[in-house]
């Protein structure tokens, strides 16, 4: 046992940096944990830490002896709290980061019904279109278009995200319906932003996702607000379907283009390696991806959607000789 508080200090050690660190998260004293890792020293006849007056560093002995302990103690603790959660209802707080439109359209609504099934879950959902380090912001589940690039964490696909061209009636009835891409030169575009450079982003249409330059008087970085805009008759905006399919089926905005729909865009949900995955960030997400995979509105094909529509307004298909549209610089 003595062996086992030295090898559990010092693992805790080195993830905190420091033996308070460490003595915080252990619930001792920091002379304690010093004291066990020191016992460890000389038991093993090697020393693990270098200690100074301002930092610990790793020896070669205590890097080697760190990847082979950090490992177990993980397994460790993953079998200690699926033991535990087995027991009782599971507890705490799953910090969630989303994309700002899917988050408040999709995500929202479920959290009562999730909350009802698991009562002692606290959800912490933070609406962001910002790319988060979730590790550092101590995120434990991320809902974002495309899959981040860390390896360290598990991504699971939600839905596909096919975008459409649309415009308000009012609009349409005073400048006329694209029947075809090259009719968009001819058209006031509501572009989508890029939220580092405020460069205006092309739209990318057709299974070929041949990007268009297109061109307007208003760009904005939010795609809720280039929808509102175009709900109030300012132009057309090119946005996802599951957003603005509701304002679709009211009646409010008419889809465009329905033979030019975006493709190559999906929705995922993020969350560290299912090792050590704590019980209640598990239940959210495997709640989570089964409700959202559920929704017809985001597993069924975009084009029966669209053919769905009361009064079937979408405007008719180009003749398949009539080319895609001019390519964006």
Not at 160 to 185: E, I, K, N, Q, S
Not at 238 to 261: F, H, I, K, Q, T
Request: with cysteine; net charge positive.
């Amino acid at each position: 046992m003595q062996s086992l508080r030295g090898v559990l200090g010092f693992v805790k050690t080195v993830a905190a940096g420091s033996f308070a660190g460490a003595a915080r998260e252990l619930g001792v004293t920091p002379v304690a944990v010093s004291k066990n890792v020191q016992r460890l020293e000389r038991e093993l006849g090697v020393r693990l830490l270098q200690r100074s007056t301002r930092r610990l560093g790793l020896t070669e002995e205590g890097r080697l002896f760190h990847e082979r302990c950090a490992g177990p103690l993980q397994a460790l603790a993953s079998a200690h709290a699926q033991v535990k959660d087995s027991a009782g209802a599971p507890t705490g707080v799953v910090r969630v980061t989303s994309v700002s439109p899917f988050g408040r359209q999709y995500v929202a609504p479920l959290l009562p019904q999730f909350s009802s099934r698991y009562p002692r879950i606290r959800i912490e959902l933070d609406i962001d279109d910002a790319l988060s380090d979730m590790i550092a912001e101590r995120y434990d589940v991320g809902i974002r278009v495309g899959m981040l690039r860390d390896g360290s964490m598990v991504a699971r696909e939600i839905a596909p995200l096919p975008f459409v061209v649309c415009g308000a009636p009012a609009y349409l009835a005073a400048r006329g319906t694209p029947r075809v891409p090259d009719d968009l030169a001819g058209h006031n575009c509501l572009c989508l932003s890029s939220r580092g450079s405020g460069r205006a982003l092309p739209w990318v249409l057709g299974a070929a996702r041949t990007p268009m330059a297109v061109h307007g008087n208003f760009a904005c970085n939010d795609l809720t607000t280039l929808v509102t805009a175009a709900l109030h008759g300012q132009g057309l905006a090119c946005a996802p379907l599951p957003l603005v399919l509701p304002l679709l089926r009211a009646g409010a905005l008419v889809p465009l283009l329905p033979d030019w729909l975006g493709h190559g865009h999906h929705v995922f949900v993020h969350y560290p390696s299912r090792r050590g995955l704590p019980a209640r960030v598990r239940h959210f997400v495997n709640f989570l991806v089964d409700a959202l995979r559920a929704n017809r509105d985001l597993s069924t094909d975009a084009r029966v959607l669209l053919d769905a529509l009361p009064g079937a307004s979408v405007a008719p298909a180009a003749p398949p000789e009539v080319s895609v549209g001019r390519r964006g610089r």
